[in-house]
C-alpha cells in the first residue's frame, strides 16, 4: 500500500514527499548526481510563505503514491503552478538584466534565434537564517 491521492477537500501539503532526480529527464548519465526526497511543500526561510516545490522536468514522483495516481497529481500541480495568474514572462532587451529567488521560482526560457548571442550567468549567495543575522 502507499498515500492514496489527496480525496475531495484534502490539503495536499499534509505529508506528501517528492523523488527528485537531475540525470532522467535531462538526458544526463551521471549516475554520482544522487536521487533526493523533500517535501512536496516547503517555507522560503525569509518569508515563510509556502513553495509548491515541484519541477515537471525534475521531480520523478510523489512517495508512497501509486505511479498513476503520482502522475497525475504532480501534473494538476503543475499546471497550477505554471497557470498565467502565476507566470512572469520578460519581454527582453539588450542589457537587461533578471535576477529572481530560485528557491521559490520557476523558471525556464523560450525558444531564441540561435544566430543571437545570449550570455548567462548564474550566481549564488550565502544564505544566513533570519535569527542568526
Request: hydrophobic share 30%; proline share 7%.
Amino acid at each position: 500500500g502507499g498515500r492514496e491521492a489527496p480525496s475531495e477537500g484534502e490539503d495536499f501539503r499534509d505529508g506528501f514527499r517528492a523523488k527528485r532526480s537531475r540525470n532522467k529527464n535531462l538526458g544526463l548519465d551521471q549516475p554520482d548526481i544522487p536521487e533526493a526526497e523533500h517535501p512536496v511543500i516547503l517555507h522560503h526561510p525569509d518569508t515563510g510563505r509556502e513553495i509548491l516545490y515541484i519541477s515537471r522536468g525534475i521531480t520523478q514522483r510523489v512517495v508512497g503514491m501509486p505511479k498513476y495516481e503520482s502522475d497525475e497529481l504532480l501534473k494538476e500541480l503543475s499546471a497550477h503552478s505554471t497557470h498565467s495568474d502565476y507566470v512572469y514572462a520578460h519581454d527582453w532587451q539588450v542589457g537587461d538584466m533578471v535576477m529572481f529567488d530560485t528557491l521559490g521560482t520557476l523558471h525556464c526560457r523560450d525558444a531564441w534565434d540561435p544566430s543571437e548571442r545570449r550570455v548567462m550567468r548564474q550566481m549564488s549567495t550565502l544564505w544566513t537564517p533570519p535569527g542568526e543575522r
